[in-house]
T-cell receptor, first 115, second 114 residues
Framework: AQSVTQPDIHITVSEGASLELRCNYSYGATPYLFWYVQSPGQGLQLLLKYFSGDTLVQGIKGFEAEFKRSQSSFNLRKPSVHWSDAAEYFCAVVPVSGGYNKLIFGAGTRLAVHP | DGGITQSPKYLFRKEGQNVTLSCEQNLNHDAMYWYRQDPGQGLRLIYYSQIVNDFQKGDIAEGYSVSREKKESFPLTVTSAQKNPTAFYLC?????????????FGPGTRLLVL
């Protein structure tokens, strides 16, 4: 079955430390890939996306993600975390099939930031 | 400002009552979506509409209904048949282009049962 896996439910980092959030997907072909962020009680904000081309993509708020086809992964990174980055992060994919393309979400990773 | 608006921010439903959540977009997007979010879970698709006057069931459509009479509007009705409606509801619209497609989300409506 098609799925998106975010292995870490909760992650805690210190302010100023680096961050990597993991995302793996199970599809035959390369899907469209997305990372969204959600603050408590808010909607989802798009951080970055990958359709094709350069496998390292830059997003807003200093985030980047790298697509690795061999590992079916699209991990999100930030070199130095700020307290305002505390939120829930969702990886999502659109398995491109030529018909209706459904957006499928991982379960999310909740990030806490220690001062 | 272009974007997606949802109202109300909070909604209370009594037993046996139907309630309607509003979603409006001024992004000129053809496709719109409704998702349900429960604690500790990702988003699950309730209904989607790819064009005016057309919509399809998503993964958890039972107990919900929608309409799409205008491009800008995609209201969701939570009917009395939905036995566990307490959740956070998110509306989205989809931008398409030659390179790919992206969904953008509204601020959400939290539905609580009295």
């Amino acid at each position: 079955a098609q799925s998106v896996t975010q292995p870490d439910i909760h992650i805690t980092v210190s302010e100023g430390a680096s961050l990597e959030l993991r995302c793996n997907y199970s599809y035959g072909a390369t899907p469209y890939l997305f990372w969204y962020v959600q603050s408590p009680g808010q909607g989802l904000q798009l951080l970055l996306k990958y359709f094709s081309g350069d496998t390292l993509v830059q997003g807003i708020k200093g985030f980047e993600a790298e697509f690795k086809r061999s590992q079916s992964s699209f991990n999100l990174r930030k070199p130095s975390v700020h307290w305002s980055d505390a939120a829930e992060y969702f990886c999502a994919v659109v398995p491109v099939s030529g018909g209706y393309n459904k957006l499928i979400f991982g379960a999310g990773t909740r990030l806490a930031v220690h001062p | 400002d272009g974007g997606i608006t949802q109202s109300p921010k909070y909604l209370f439903r009594k037993e046996g009552q139907n309630v309607t959540l509003s979603c409006e977009q001024n992004l000129n997007h053809d496709a719109m979506y409704w998702y349900r979010q429960d604690p500790g879970q990702g988003l699950r698709l309730i209904y989607y509409s790819q064009i005016v006057n057309d919509f399809q069931k998503g993964d958890i459509a039972e107990g919900y209904s929608v309409s799409r009479e205008k491009k800008e509007s995609f209201p969701l009705t939570v009917t009395s048949a939905q036995k566990n409606p307490t959740a956070f509801y998110l509306c989205a619209s989809r931008q398409t282009g030659p390179a790919g497609e992206t969904q953008y989300f509204g601020p959400g409506t939290r539905l609580l049962v009295l």
